[in-house]
């Protein structure tokens, strides 16, 4: 499932303006880190790309846009500009050697099993090409599918390797971003999830070791960031029993994405390799959902009263009873996405009602 529109960001969800095509000029040294109550030419240069009112003073409604833009881009929502979130915006780095291009971090050549800050880069440019993957800094397989992709989309030798001409046509200004932020993205509801009633003194850190999770993905599941500490006496959403749909999957948080001129994305995209395992998030009843947009596609009516889909698969898992964790079939691109790489279209109709966000879910599940 693909789209070709203006990447935004915005400080308000219902009227997001659009990021700036332009790159950022490239600075003598790495950008610094920005936060609340900064200013200078580089907050203006993020509010230039973000297409606030560039005064340079970082002030709440920047702040807001940066959040906006991480959450959309799969990072922890802190308002922080740091290095992950300088990538998100498309801003080019200086070479780290001497001899290299000046560019993304050097642009040196990438492939399958490298990891670190070049390859996130490179993620996120992806990413904002319309090729989702996850900014995690580790080449692998969702990864190298992606980079295929956009060298067949634009014509260049589709070996899987961000070369000198991969890294200059993800950076070409010519280049249309696609949107990382939807004001559909605030139908917020955590499924198969626990409450947990915070107590004086917790943390973000002391809360994850206590239930087996992480702490950055607590607070994104929850919609805050680990810098605000959780308040004594609230509740908070935890994972619970509810199993991830594709193990090691990669992901955004794109649910409300355009989808052509006349649709929305109704779910969350898991980007994993051909005949991957997608396993049932609950118990519940399996059954055939083949349809012309999803291609070979599984319903579950699931025992705890809510109704999952799974689209553009490449195998379907047998119809009929089935147990949390049962594998209900596997990963393809099947239907409409059969020029994108490798994924599971993932849906939650809450009561079989109307889809809301499976990101919040998705996280507590699969990224503890």
Same mark, same amino acid.
């Given at each position: 499932?693909?789209?070709?529109?203006?990447?935004?960001?915005?400080? %308000?969800?219902?009227?997001?303006?659009?990021?700036? /095509?332009?790159?950022?000029?490239?600075?003598?040294?790495?950008?610094?880190?920005? %936060?609340?109550?900064?200013?200078?030419? =580089?907050?203006?240069?993020v509010q230039q790309r973000l297409r606030l009112p560039a005064d340079g003073r970082f002030g709440a409604q920047t702040r807001k846009a940066v959040q906006v833009l991480q959450g959309a881009a799969g990072l922890t929502a802190d308002g922080i500009v740091g290095p992950a979130t300088w990538a998100a915006l498309g801003q080019a780095r200086p070479a780290q050697a001497s001899g290299t291009p000046t560019g993304v971090r050097g642009r040196v050549d990438l492939s399958d099993g490298a990891v670190g800050p070049a390859v996130a880069d490179a993620q996120a440019l992806l990413t904002r090409a319309g090729h989702r993957v996850a900014a995690d800094g580790r080449f692998g397989p969702a990864t190298h599918a992606a980079v295929v992709a956009f060298q067949r989309r634009r014509g260049l030798p589709t070996d899987g390797v961000v070369g000198t001409r991969t890294w200059a046509a993800l950076t070409s200004p010519t280049l249309t971003p696609v949107a990382l932020v939807s004001a559909l993205s605030t139908r917020w509801q955590p499924i198969g999830s626990r409450t947990y009633l915070v107590r004086a003194g917790d943390t973000w850190t002391s809360i994850a070791a206590s239930t087996g999770s992480r702490a950055t993905a607590l607070a994104s599941a929850n919609r805050v960031s680990t810098t605000v500490r959780p308040a004594g006496g609230s509740r908070i959403q935890v994972p619970g029993t509810w199993t991830c749909p594709v193990a090691d999957?990669?992901?955004?948080?794109?649910?409300?994405?355009?989808?052509?001129?006349?649709?929305?994305?109704?779910?969350? =995209?898991?980007?994993?390799?051909?005949?991957?395992?997608?396993?049932?998030?609950?118990?519940?009843?399996?059954?055939?959902? =083949?349809?012309? *947009?999803?291609?070979?596609?599984?319903?579950?009516?699931?025992?705890?009263? /809510?109704?999952?889909?799974?689209? /553009?698969? =490449?195998?379907?898992?047998?119809?009929?009873? *089935?147990?949390?964790?049962?594998? *209900?079939?596997?990963?393809?691109?099947?239907?409409?996405?059969?020029?994108?790489?490798? /994924?599971?279209?993932?849906? *939650?109709?809450?009561?079989?009602g109307e889809p809301v966000n499976p990101f919040p879910s998705l996280t507590l599940a699969c990224r503890r």
């Open positions: 499932m693909t789209a070709a529109v203006l990447l935004v960001a915005t400080a %308000s969800p219902a009227t997001p303006p659009a990021l700036a /095509h332009s790159p950022l000029p490239a600075s003598s040294s790495p950008r610094p880190v920005l %936060s609340l109550g900064d200013r200078g030419d =580089d907050v203006r240069l999957g990669g992901f955004i948080n794109d649910y409300g994405f355009p989808r052509g001129v006349d649709r929305l994305h109704q779910g969350n =995209d898991l980007f994993a390799p051909r005949g991957t395992p997608v396993r049932a998030p609950v118990a519940g009843r399996a059954e055939v959902a =083949d349809n012309t *947009i999803g291609g070979l596609s599984m319903r579950l009516n699931g025992a705890d009263g /809510h109704r999952y889909y799974f689209a /553009h698969l =490449d195998r379907r898992g047998d119809p009929g009873l *089935i147990e949390a964790g049962g594998v *209900i079939g596997y990963v393809g691109n099947s239907g409409n996405a059969a020029s994108t790489p490798t /994924h599971l279209h993932f849906e *939650i109709r809450p009561g079989d």
